[in-house]
């Protein structure tokens, strides 16, 4: 048997590479013409040096698509060889698949958003209590009152921000950042903006296992060109699951913001969304909690409340839990309609509700203050 270039490259051309559906010829995924090397004494293999060059570091299809392209080598080196018959130079080969990165590679956990001064977690123990409202018109007002702030919907099986913003249509594009691909977020309302729904069909269902949901996540968290934020604000998923621990896995997370409505079903899973973040293994500091829904006040009778979720259920939680009461924000059917129409209430201070978010973004800064002042910066949780 007699190994040319060639022939490996043949090999290379019927493995396919999953981020582009072609061949790694074709994906001009080889960097450069295959070393062989004959046998240095009898018996000696035949050595083959093969550089594939990917995207990335974080590539997800690296480790396969290696392993895909050591087999064809192999494989056609074998058939080569029953093909040829006896010959003077040894039929055993030894593969080497080394591999490059387009992009440089991305920084360590520990190095991830070096400009950003506040991490802000707002989450929900449970689903349909205006998290992602409250969430939306905290980053909105938070800009309003001056600072520079982004926003990460995380929700990625459910992410709703792209329309909340008016952005439905956006897609956001790659600069070239010290020699890395970095996503440009998108910017609205003087937010720095990002989620997966601007890379899905807003149509379709995510059906994702979790592995390849908390790696979208990381991408959106790490290779984006967030630039220097006061606070980045993160819209966290119902619940306590993976995207959540590869939150706290991922980021130093300043506190928490826990969002939940007055009525006893729903305090009671914010009770768990606390514990989450108190867990000893965590210890992530509760900054508090805001009370959406807190009333009802239909428009023609503005002075007039209604507690139909039940009264001041979060206020005797706070009281309990020993955190502040943010914000109580009242049912008004404005909200609901501005969310609806890309407009929320917190780009307007003359309205009730718009003045309630404002308020709410003033009681958030003067308590991260507090605990940046008087509590050590929060330690990235290294769980399994």
Known sequence: MTLYPKIIL??????TYAGTKKNLIDSEMVADTPVVSAPSSPGAPWKVQVVLEFPRDTDPFLKSTVKAAEAAVRYHCRKLAEESGPSEYSDEVEVTIATEFKSAPRPDVGQLLPGVKNIIAVSSGKGGVGKSTVSANLAIALSRLGYRVGLLDTDIFGPSMP????????????????????????ERYGVK?????????PTTATLWR?????????????????GE????????????????LTLLQTLPITGAVIVSTPQQVALADARKGIDMYRNE???????????????????ELPDSRYYI??????????????????AQIPLVQSICDNGDAGTPAALSSDTATGLAFINLAQSVV?????????QPKTKIVGMK
Not at 193 to 201: A, R, T, Y
Request: with cysteine; aromatic share 8%.
């Open 210 to 226: 979790g592995g390849m949901a908390t790696s979208a996540l990381k991408q959106l968290i790490a290779d984006a060109d967030w």
């Open 281 to 299: 293994k965590v210890n992530v500091p509760i900054l508090g909690l805001v009370e959406n829904m807190a009333w009802f006040t239909p428009a």
């Open 229 to 244: 934020l006061d606070y980045f604000i993160l819209d966290t998923p119902p619940g306590t699951s993976d995207i959540h």
């Open 193 to 201: 903006l990002l989620s997966i729904g601007f890379f899905v069909s």
């Open 366 to 374: 003067t308590v991260v203050n507090r605990r940046n002042k008087e």
């Open 309 to 326: 979720f039940g009264r001041e259920g979060c206020k005797h939680l706070a009281e309990e839990m020993g955190v502040p009461l943010l």
């Open 163 to 186: 329309k909340m913003f008016c952005a439905e249509d956006e897609r956001p594009y790659a600069v070239k950042k010290d020699g890395r691909d970095l996503i440009c977020p998108i």
């Open 10 to 15: 043949d090999a290379l051309a019927t493995v």
